[in-house]
């Protein structure tokens, strides 16, 4: 039995320690053997951590794809307001005037600079004052410029939802992903690699079927690894 290659991805590796998990507790046999009993215990201990951790950087990395699609969504609404101000045409430029005011009020604040709760706080602030019923006529003359503000809308909606997600994440903050990968490559590698090939060398029956299981799965996401790294593909 081969070791698993230390190439793959981070979520590779959680997935086939979770496959390894499953598979020693549906093995009775394997469990009679003290070894493979505690080296799994680590291991399953190890692939919750990462698991965990995963899903923790992954908060991390929609909280910001949020906060861009945002910060996007609010550029172009200055890039329509300027559009229609900069127009030679006396209706447009007059219902653009205060529109662009508004706008221009929380641009000079860096509403796109600001910490997340101060966007968030601003682009709320920002969006009453467009909601304002002295402004509706206005928005309603300017072709985009309602569409472009229920853009920020949703973007701010879908920000809100991403740091929920974090904030739920962080409450059982730890460390990041990768710090797991090596002791738990290690508990596999080292550990239950090498004792499972001394096994099956001494004809142990009772980890006999949960060798090759382990050899099958550890083989899969080895080839997978291999096929990446021929295409190319940069690793975590």
């Known amino acids: 039995m081969f070791k698993v290659n230390s190439s793959l991805k981070n979520t590779e590796l959680d997935g086939l320690s ?3 998990v499953r598979l020693y507790k549906a093995n009775e046999a394997a469990a009679k053997d003290a070894f493979v009993a505690a080296t799994m215990a680590e291991i399953e201990k190890l692939s919750a951590d990462i ?3 995963i899903l923790q950087d992954k908060a991390v990395s929609t909280l910001e794809a949020a906060d861009t ?3 996007k969504a609010i550029t172009a609404l200055g890039k329509v307001l300027a559009g229609y101000a900069a127009l030679p045409i006396a209706a447009k430029q007059s219902a653009a005037t ?3 005011a508004v706008y221009e009020k929380y641009s000079k604040a860096g509403i796109t600079k600001a910490s997340y709760l101060s966007e968030s706080s601003m682009v709320e602030s920002m969006l009453e004052d467009f909601a304002a019923e002295p402004l509706a006529a206005h928005i309603k003359a300017l072709e985009g410029v309602s569409e472009a503000i229920s853009a920020i809308r949703s973007a701010q909606d879908a920000f809100t939802s991403a740091n929920d997600a974090y904030v739920a994440a962080s409450d059982s903050k730890g460390a990041s992903a990768s710090s797991f990968k090596k002791p738990l490559l290690a508990a596999i590698n080292e550990k239950l690699v090498p004792y499972l090939n001394a096994m099956q060398i001494a004809k142990n029956e009772n980890c006999a079927a949960f060798a090759a299981s382990v050899e099958s ?3 899969r996401v080895n080839e997978a690894v ?3 790294s021929k295409k190319g593909e940069i690793e975590e």
Do not use: G, Q, S, V
């Open 98 to 100: 205060p529109l662009l």
């Open 51 to 53: 698991t965990t951790a």
């Open 69 to 71: 699609e945002r910060d």
């Open 18 to 20: 979770d496959t390894l």
């Open 217 to 219: 799965e550890i083989n």
């Open 226 to 228: 291999a096929k990446r």
